[in-house]
């Protein structure tokens, strides 16, 4: 899948949760500003029909794969020197 359009709409597995945690997470990391990547994701997916609650999902998960991606890094970086 490669645009929020195809998505499911009217029920969104953990499946469809976790690809879109992919696709944001792709987004965020090739833009500068990943929370407005992530705002700008969210409201795709509410114009789609999404649930809040689901949509809520998506956006922690997304937060914590970037704080990961970020501690990791910074971990990586500290080796190297």
């Known amino acids: 899948m490669s645009s929020v359009r195809d998505l499911p709409v ?5 499946e469809a949760i976790a690809e879109a945690v992919r696709m944001c997470v792709t987004r965020c990391t090739a833009g500068n500003t990943p929370l407005g990547v992530i705002a700008e994701f969210a409201g795709e997916l509410r ?5 809040e609650s ?3 999902v998506m956006e922690r998960t ?3 794969v970037l704080a990961g991606l970020i501690t990791n890094d910074d971990k990586s ?3 190297q020197n």
């Open 10 to 14: 009217h029920f969104q597995s953990s």
């Open 47 to 51: 114009d789609r029909g999404w649930q």
């Open 54 to 56: 689901d949509v809520q």
């Open 62 to 64: 997304v937060r914590k």
């Open 77 to 79: 970086e500290g080796t």
